[in-house]
């Protein structure tokens, strides 16, 4: 059947099972995003392409598909590079597409022309692929391309282009191909390999799973599951994953962050690494928490992309290939011969106990404005079990490490890019992906600011998503590096800004609910009623500026992800030679 050649786009996207599209309509995707609105997609237009890639950003975490978001040429396409950057450095599976004026854009020497930019050059560095349809003939390729990259190695983002000169052009297609036509559809370690690790899992008295963002990203919560059950082991979560599976809360650890954490990790004599990067805030698996038993831990190391094997740390067995294949694969050669726990797994476990224990009764109480710890604790202790968590900010963000009430299933926020602003798309992709959970946001009020229009996306688009905000009305984490880099007298430039704002206010303006609280009791009972309004709310709360810049706990652990583990910097940063 001859149909325009966005139709086409939308029957291959289809065939991947994605339903979901983000960007501002303009004159170049406005029919794209009608028939996808008539087709049942959820098409969501952002206030600012940024966001828009967030949004999509957030969907794909939340479903384990690649994101889709447009922007038109010129200027559209700009705003985007901020999404495409964190996209990349997330390894987030995210389709941009890119307007254009004509197929010849490239090839005019005129100057002066509206809107025509050399998007192909700007981007194709931060890109995993990037592919132009010149002529209609080439859509299917150049999409099967697109998703064959975003799905294959690597996740990461992949950049189309759609000229106006071709995109409503027609053609007579073949049936569209299944997925496992064009792509590779298992991507299982090879039986030699699992043989060598299980041996090593065998052999193991204190194995530990290291498990990362991609667990959550690829949706494989209940393989890993299957796999620390007949391994009987902890599992240390990453600050980029700072979840856990039902069924393993007793279980798991913040690495770095919970002494049980530290304790599982200087004891394990294997670690198998899932989902993760072995990177910076992990001390690239040799410095800080591995450095005393380096020399007799053996690692297993499961990653799509066989150049990151040995390049932070020797890996003893890697896996290559998609953890969704290979985790089950290791859970059925072990499930015959289950491990037993061992002699210190129950030993950790009431270590935790006590420390989450020790904490409550720690928490900071009585002050005016509120301590940022006493926020996080009473925003996160009345989150139901079924909401996503999104998280924003800096020392806000690194308060919740320690002092969150909430054992969250889904969490959506960037580790890697350190992008402040992500919180509110992230949320608004994640409420489109799961309709009729709740999404609260916990954040801090500069983070806030960035995309703060999306809260009139989330009214428009009826996204129950509650938004905790600690204003200090300042750079927060900033301000703390002032004073402690230049001394408490410092002018700290720039790093406050106006007390005047009201968040609630605000919100109210963009048709949302808008709740100020003040005092310490009343935010728990606030963030149960607004999730159970199934209403956009905004809750603005000061808290303590002085607290907020200086009183973030476990700060050294933070700041020991940026020796870069140079020689001298100091041991318990991780002075250790690879």
Known sequence: MSVPVYERI??????????????????????????????????????????GGYMADGWSRMTGKPGVCFGTQGPGISNLAAAMITAAKENSPTIFFGGQRSRSAYQRVRRGRIQVVDQISNFKPMMKY???????????????????????GTPGPVYVELPLSVIHETAD????????????????????????AVELIRA???????????????????????????????????????????????????????????????????????????????HMGIGRHWAGNNANRKWIYIERDPLAFGVNRPIDVPLVGDLRDIVPQLADALKDTPRQPSAELAGWIETQKTFKATLREQVPSGTSPVHPARFIYESTRAIPDNAVLALDGGSVTIFGWTYS???????????????????????????????????????????????????????????????????????????GCWRKQVGPDSPETEAHWGKAVRFDTI????????????????IAPAVEAAVASGKATVIHVPIDPVANAMDAPNYEEFKSWYTDFKPGYGADAGDVAY
């Open 130 to 152: 990037v592919g132009v349809i010149e002529d209609a003939d080439q859509t299917d390729e150049i999409i099967r391309e697109a998703i064959r990259q975003v799905t294959t």
């Open 10 to 51: 939308l029957d291959l996207l289809e065939a991947e099972g994605i339903n979901s599209l983000f960007g501002i309509p303009d004159p170049g995707f406005i029919h794209m995003a009608m028939t996808a609105e008539r087709r049942g997609w959820s098409v969501v237009a952002p206030h600012h392409e940024q966001a």
């Open 405 to 479: 009430q909430f054992r969250a299933r889904d969490l959506v926020w960037n580790q890697n890019a350190g992008h402040l602003g992500t919180g509110l798309p992230y949320a608004v992709g994640a409420a489109v992906a799961a309709p009729g959970r709740p999404v609260v946001l916990v954040t801090g009020d500069s983070s806030f600011m960035f995309h703060i229009a999306e809260l009139e996306t989330a009214v428009r688009k009826g996204l129950p998503i509650v938004t905790v905000v600690g204003v200090d009305n300042a750079w927060g984490l900033e301000v």
């Open 204 to 282: 193991a008295t204190n194995p530990v799973l290291l498990v990362g963002q991609g667990m959550f990203t690829s949706r494989a919560q209940q393989s890993v599951r299957a796999l620390a059950d007949v391994m009987a082991c902890p599992v240390l979560q990453t600050s980029g994953c700072a979840m856990v599976v039902e069924g393993l809360e007793d279980r798991t650890f913040a690495y770095g962050f919970s002494p049980a954490g530290v304790a599982a990790a200087e004891a394990s004599d294997l670690c198998i690494a899932i989902g993760t990067e072995l990177g910076e805030p992990l």
């Open 173 to 196: 297609w073949t049936p569209v191909l299944r997925p496992e036509q064009y792509r590779l559809a298992n991507q299982a370690a090879s039986a030699p390999m699992i043989d060598k």
């Open 507 to 522: 919100a109210r303006g963009f048709g949302a609910e808008g709740v100020f609280v003040d005092r310490e009791e009343d």
